[in-house]
């Protein structure tokens, strides 16, 4: 990388974002503390954000009340887990009882998505959290430098996610190879390739199965990739099979990061690769069993997430649909950050049509996304002859509800180019507690 372009980019930040540099330097500092003094930033951070949330959204006001919870007298972890789980379905009746009172409407972020288990919902995000220094922190394990150019596996679909020239701008110098996921034709993967080649960027990032998918196409069609220094995927788990496919057509060593749309950087693999560093002085996650009391550590266990950060849309231990566990190691690495495995309950697949188009589960997760109010739920099947199979749950209180679906069935018919037979079937219950359902999957073999 050019020294001149490093210096530019310093500059810039210096210039009209110090705010994350601090935060930076910040999150170095904190990473390599006692892992008493870690719990304790953690605690102060939750008791924090336990009271701002029962005097500032109506939600927690009512749910510690009802429970006889006195936020002062939560003091210790045990007090913490008397907390009930915040659950998906809070989420889409309590959307605006959630968000918290007194707080400026220009931080807040919205976000919506399917996330792993077919519940649509939306959430706030907090703008003031400074993203990029938490990525930074991870391009460090990495030996990836902050101004690194990336090459981006991204869905693009829509406005909000669509590359402009005010967002090339805002990241310059940095620049970013985008392929959008949506729709990987063959045309657009081979345009994307001598793009990235061009570039010749040092991070890779996309879901595990878009860039397995690149990977794919790369090696069968015997073309060649310049070698970034880290291949960043999200959306785990991924089979070894996909993992060794991917470090030999990138050359590079695939690191697994954990995150999601309503609570992003939970987790993430370092130069070790020996589980994923918990950002614990950014998040709070437990492992609840059966019981829904916490786990032992090494059991498995529902993932629950108090995200410490997000002061618009309080999530306190939000029941994701995920699952995971604590680890008890100690990272060679030297980051004190607590480790925790990999995640089950996000095992998703493509949709592929016989042109050789392929719709990527990270695009189909947010087919509802527009409006996620209009369905409770839905699955994707497609069976081995192609026919795609949509069922859903419609949530019938919502006026728009059937409008919501047909958009979503003609942007489906569009995207796979009227090939294949698409069903969309009404129902009034699909299977899946807490989400451990596989909710997009194909029977098509892979090529
Ligand atoms: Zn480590």
Redesign the pocket.
């Known amino acids: 990388m050019s020294w001149l372009k490093t210096k530019l980019f310093y500059l810039k930040f210096r210039t009209f974002k110090k705010g994350v540099f601090l935060s930076y330097a910040q999150l170095k500092q904190r990473e390599r503390l006692s892992p008493d003094e870690l719990d304790k930033i953690n605690w102060s951070k939750t008791k924090a954000l336990i009271h701002h949330a029962y005097s500032f959204t109506p939600f927690y006001k009512k749910r510690f009340d009802q429970n006889s919870i006195d936020p002062h007298d939560i003091k210790t972890s045990q007090d913490f887990t008397r907390i009930p789980f915040l659950t998906r379905d809070d989420l889409r009746n309590h959307f605006h009882e959630l968000i918290a009172k007194g707080v400026d409407q220009k931080h807040f972020s919205p976000t919506a998505t399917g996330g792993s288990t077919g519940v649509p919902v939306k959430v706030l995000l907090d703008k003031r959290v400074p993203a990029s220094s938490i990525k930074w922190r991870v391009y460090d ?1 990495w030996n990836v430098s902050p101004a690194a150019n990336m090459a981006k596996l991204w869905r693009a679909s829509d406005a909000a996610t669509k590359d402009t020239f005010s967002k090339r701008l805002k990241r310059w110098p940095v620049k970013i190879a985008l392929l959008d996921v949506s729709e990987m034709s063959k045309h657009a993967l081979r345009g994307f390739v001598d793009e990235f080649n061009e570039l010749k960027p040092e991070v890779v990032h996309g879901y595990v199965g878009s860039v397995d998918y690149l990977a794919s196409f790369v090696e069968e069609n015997k073309l060649r990739l310049s070698p970034p220094k880290a291949i960043w995927v999200t959306g785990s788990p991924f089979s070894s099979v996909q993992r060794s496919r991917i470090e030999r057509v990138f050359d590079a060593p695939l690191y697994d990061q954990y995150g999601s749309s309503e609570v992003n950087w939970m987790a993430c ?4 690769r ?2 994923l ?1 918990i950002v614990h002085d950014l998040r709070r996650i437990e492992f609840i069993n059966g019981e829904d009391a916490p786990c032992g550590v090494g059991d498995e266990g529902d993932i629950s997430v108090t995200d410490l950060e997000n002061y618009c849309f309080p999530l306190i231990r939000y029941l994701n649909g995920d699952r995971g566990r604590l680890l008890d190691e100690r ?5 004190t ?1 607590p ?1 925790m495995d990999c995640v089950k309950g996000r095992n998703i697949e493509h949709v592929r049509v016989p042109d050789g188009t392929v719709l990527s589960a990270a695009y189909l997760t947010t087919i509802f996304d527009d409006c996620p109010e209009a369905v409770k739920s839905f699955r994707i099947k497609q069976d081995e002859d192609y026919t795609l199979h949509l069922r859903f749950v419609p949530n019938k209180a919502y006026p728009l509800w059937a409008k919501t679906v047909n958009e979503a069935e003609s942007q489906l018919k569009k995207r796979t180019h009227n090939r294949i037979r698409i069903l969309v079937e009404e129902t009034d219950h699909i299977g899946h507690v807490r989400g451990k359902l596989q909710f997009i999957s194909s029977d098509v073999p892979a090529n």
Not at 331 to 335: E, N, R, T
């Open positions: 394990w693999q370092c130069g070790q020996r589980g560093h990272c060679a690495c030297g980051v950050l480790l």
